[in-house]
């Protein structure tokens, strides 16, 4: 699990870069639940399960995701974003 600091953004307090690695094991979550209102351009990060993948990345409660596997998040419902998310595991388990 890396934690890097997004070097294109540095001059903007706030933005970080946080890489979550894909577990092998489709039974094993990344450790966190995103919400998004209707108000809300971007989902965030509603909670962080203790000890979890997240936690170890430096993802924390209250932060916005802007992307996932590379797809801007703008508007997407959670159950989109998670659509996502499975989609960049599934590609990872099979290689794709």
Known sequence: MESQACCEHDDVPGIR????????????G?????????????????????????????LKAGDCLLQ??????LGLPVGQVAGIMIIALYKKANRI
Do not use: M
């Open 68 to 73: 996932a596997d590379g797809k801007d998040l």
């Open 30 to 58: 990344l450790g966190f639940r995103l919400t998004r209102t209707l108000w809300d351009p971007y989902p965030w990060v509603h909670d962080v399960t203790s000890g979890s993948r997240a936690e170890s990345a430096g």
């Open 17 to 28: 870069l946080i890489i979550l690695n894909l577990p092998e094991d489709e039974g094993e």
